[in-house]
């Protein structure tokens, strides 16, 4: 059956917004988007998708803020010296 001959409307759907998200590839993606949502069902606009609310893993450890960063940099570079120190030493 051809487009013209379906019994249900397309054109609306071809008409509708399309999904803001990206692809693997880099490239839009062409699915249409959820009425009302600027995402496509299976990147988000699906009734339910996303975090709970009050999400406990969504939470930061700070494990990579700069300051832990720089904390263990210092960290091993004194216990570097403290090595070479008792290198000396023996």
């Not at 487009?3 to 071809?14: I, Q, S």
């Not at 959820?34 to 699906?46: E, K, L, P, S, T």
């Not at 009050?54 to 930061?60: G, I, P, V, Y």
Request: overall charge positive; aromatic content about 2%.
């Amino acid at each position: 059956m051809t487009k013209a001959g379906h019994p249900r409307e397309v054109a609306p759907m071809l008409a509708s917004q399309r999904c803001g998200a990206k692809t693997r590839k880099g490239g839009a993606c062409k699915s249409p988007a959820v009425h009302g949502r600027n995402r496509c069902r299976m990147h988000g606009g699906a009734p339910g998708s996303g975090a709970p609310k009050n999400n406990k893993n969504a939470l930061k450890h700070g494990l990579y803020t700069k300051e832990a960063i720089e904390k263990r940099k210092r960290l091993q570079e004194l216990l570097g010296h403290s090595r070479k120190l008792l290198r000396e030493i023996e």
